[in-house]
């Protein structure tokens, strides 16, 4: 395929996004729905009303040969639309609603984009992370918006969102060693892994060790999470500056992007990197508890 970038999609080419754009219209279109992109070739707007962004297909099918995109696209939009046909949340009893919520988070930036406001309900976390809820059913995973939960008792589903995501499993704890910094990869299958930055301290003791002197931890994407557990301030930096260039990475490759960003957490998050949208260039932020471990440590 021409090597010439696609101006929505810089990561893909012009003909890779022709393609996938094309398969999108014929998924829909076997389902009975016709659809035309928007001018700028992000969103397909359907004849029922509704719209479908690109974004994280487009990650999913950057990630896969182009062989299996028909297949990629057709289950994206099967799952989207068998979504529409499911029992609403106002449907749902107590329990039911209790059992499948889940707290997910986002960066900030991605809540107060959201359409016609939809999540402004969110909880800050910290800066540039927002914390909203989700209803998981087996194949699609559905936002509340602020009109459902203002219908229901918020604090009940935050706390049982919270307990599910916690109990989310994960299924694969990589060992990274680069440049004398040490650091685990967590991630899996559920969506939910980099949402379990809400809290950290429960990945003591089976994924990281006692930590009097706190956690650094990224969330760059829905499925991954990476960490490292504060020892010495010399470690401590060789970590943050691999874990940042990697964060930054994985956010910016994967399907569902959270923040590129690092945290410091030690019972509650600060940010520590920041990175610049016009030159991608990383700052340490060293100032706060982080700061003040690491003076600490130094003496």
């Not at 099918?61 to 029992?87: G, S």
Request: charged share 20%; glycine share 8%; proline share 5%.
């Amino acid at each position: 395929m021409a090597d010439e970038r696609d101006t929505a999609y810089p990561t893909m080419t012009m003909d890779e996004m022709a393609y996938l754009r094309r398969l999108t219209l014929q998924a829909l279109a076997a389902r009975g729905v016709e659809a035309v992109f928007t001018a700028d070739g992000t969103t397909a707007k359907c004849s029922n009303g509704s719209s479908y962004g690109l974004d994280n297909l487009t990650r999913t099918c950057r990630n896969a040969v182009h062989e299996d995109w028909p297949a990629l696209v057709d289950k994206h939009f099967a799952d989207m639309l068998a979504a529409r046909d499911r029992p609403g949340v106002e449907d749902m009893d107590t329990s039911e609603l209790l059992a499948r919520v889940r707290a997910r988070v986002l960066s900030t930036d991605q809540v107060e984009s959201a359409p016609g406001g939809m999540l402004s309900y969110g909880w800050p976390i910290a800066d540039g992370l927002t914390e909203v809820l989700c209803v998981d059913h087996p194949d699609v995973v559905a936002y509340l918006n602020a009109g459902q939960i203002a219908t229901r008792d918020a604090g009940a589903l935050r706390e049982a969102g919270r307990r599910n995501t916690g109990a989310e499993p994960i299924d694969q704890v990589i060992p990274r060693e680069t440049d004398g910094a040490e650091f685990l990869i967590l991630a899996g299958e559920s969506v939910f892994v980099g949402s379990k930055i809400l809290d950290v301290g429960a990945l003591v003791p089976e994924y990281l060790p006692v930590a009097p002197n706190g956690v650094i931890v990224g969330a760059p994407s829905r499925n991954l999470l990476i960490a490292h557990h504060v020892q010495t301030a010399t470690s401590t930096i060789a970590a943050v500056n691999a874990m940042a260039r990697l964060c930054q990475t994985l956010s910016s490759g994967n399907p569902g992007p959270i923040s590129p960003d690092l945290y410091y957490w030690n019972g509650a998050l600060q940010r520590v990197t920041s990175v610049n949208p016009q030159t991608q260039a990383i700052a340490i932020l060293g100032d706060g508890a982080f700061g003040d471990v690491l003076t600490a440590l130094m003496q």
